[in-house]
Nanobody, 115 residues
C-alpha cells in the first residue's frame, strides 16, 4: 500500500521560504500527476500546485510566481519550494495524486507564517 509522508514545514516570518518534501513508499512514476494541497483552519482543502508525470506544472493563482513544484520519479519524491511566504499561506500542507485518493492522505506538514 502506498504511503505519502510530508515534511519540511515550520514557523517562518512573512517573506521567508520553506521547502516541503513528500516521500512515497512506492514508485510514484505510475501515479501520473501529483499535487500539493493545503487546508487552513476553518477552510476547505485546496489544490495549490500540481505536476504531471512529464513535468508540466500548474499553480493556483494565489501562489503563482512564489511556489515551485518539482518531482523526482527515481526517488519517488515531490517537493514544493515556497518563497515570499505570506500569513495567508498558513495551513497544513499535504501531497496526493491528482485527483486525490482518499487512502493516500497523510498527516501533512504544518506551515505557519507569522511575525
Amino acid at each position: 500500500q502506498v504511503q505519502l509522508v510530508e515534511s519540511g514545514g515550520g514557523l517562518v516570518q512573512p517573506g521567508g521560504s520553506l521547502r516541503l518534501s513528500c516521500a512515497a513508499s512506492g514508485t510514484i512514476f505510475s501515479f501520473g500527476a501529483m499535487g500539493w494541497y493545503r487546508q487552513a483552519p476553518g477552510k476547505e482543502r485546496e489544490l495549490v500546485a500540481h505536476i504531471t508525470r512529464g513535468g508540466t506544472t500548474h499553480y493556483a493563482d494565489s501562489v503563482k510566481g512564489r511556489f515551485t513544484i518539482s518531482r523526482d520519479n527515481a526517488k519517488s519524491t515531490v517537493s514544493l519550494q515556497m518563497n515570499s511566504l505570506k500569513p495567508e499561506d498558513t495551513a497544513v500542507y499535504y501531497c496526493n495524486t491528482l485527483p486525490p485518493q482518499y487512502d493516500y492522505w497523510g498527516q501533512g506538514t504544518q506551515v505557519t507564517v507569522s511575525s
